[in-house]
Structure formats: structure tokens, C-alpha cells
């Protein structure tokens, strides 16, 4: 993986985010400038839609979101994660997504909330897993 440096938080976003060398990724909507803010570590993965361990999905229209969300929840590895990042408060760009709504929407399925990141200063991350009783 790449070297740690310091980021957002002083934790490297790949690091923050569980990026392992190999793993299976499905990348939704993703900033243009995703790999840099990975310091490259998407190089370092599979890109694979039909059974990724990690879902990136970068959104923030709530039009759709609980459809998508049961869609990937289907389709992931059983063990995966699905992070869902909205534009943060702070960075003064619209959206229709807050932590609260995602979260509400995810434990309104099978999904739980098991961490938060600020992904750099405008997106936040919200990382989802099936119920563990249900992997």
C-alpha cells in the first residue's frame, strides 16, 4: 500500500477507509481526484461491480438512495462495506444528504453504521455492513 503520510486527520485516507492491496472495489460517482486523495491506492485493487468487498459511492441526492443501497447490499460480498460519502456542512456545496438520513435509511434495512471519516475537506464517509447475524 502506499506510505502513510499525513492527511486530513494525520490517518491517510486509504487507511482511514480499510483500502487493502487486492481487494475487490466498486467505485460509484467518485471525484476525479479520488486516486491522489488515495495516494495512488486504487492502483492497488481490483475494480470489480458484480462482488466487491468495498463499495466507494459518492452522492448526494437522496432521490434513489435506499434503492441503490438495497441494490448494493445485494450484490456485495456478504462481509463487504458500503461507504456512502455526501458533502460535508462545512464545504458550502448543496446536497440533500446529511449523516442522520443516511443512517436512518440504512438501519431502516439491513445495514448498520460501524464508522465516519471526513474524506478530505469537503466529503464526509459513512461506512455500512450487513448485520453481522445476517453475513
Known amino acids: 500500500m502506499p506510505p502513510t503520510s499525513a492527511g486530513y486527520s494525520g490517518t491517510p485516507l486509504w487507511k482511514k477507509l480499510g483500502i487493502k492491496e487486492g481487494q475487490r472495489i466498486f467505485l460509484i460517482d467518485p471525484p476525479a481526484d479520488l486516486n ?4 495512488g491506492a486504487l492502483d492497488e485493487t481490483v475494480q470489480d461491480e458484480q462482488k466487491p468487498e468495498m ?3 459518492f452522492t448526494n441526492a437522496f432521490d434513489g438512495l435506499k434503492e441503490r443501497m438495497l441494490k448494493l447490499q445485494n450484490t456485495m ?3 463487504g462495506a458500503i461507504w456512502v460519502c455526501w458533502y460535508k456542512k462545512a464545504s458550502k456545496k448543496p446536497t440533500e444528504l446529511s449523516e442522520d438520513l443516511i443512517r436512518k435509511t440504512a438501519l431502516s434495512m439491513d445495514l448498520v453504521d460501524v464508522k465516519v471519516c471526513a474524506v478530505d475537506a469537503n466529503w464526509s464517509g459513512l461506512k455500512l455492513m450487513i448485520r453481522k447475524e445476517l453475513r
Open 77 to 79: 460480498d456478504r462481509s
Open 36 to 39: 491522489t486523495m488515495l495516494h
Open 55 to 57: 463499495v466507494l459511492w
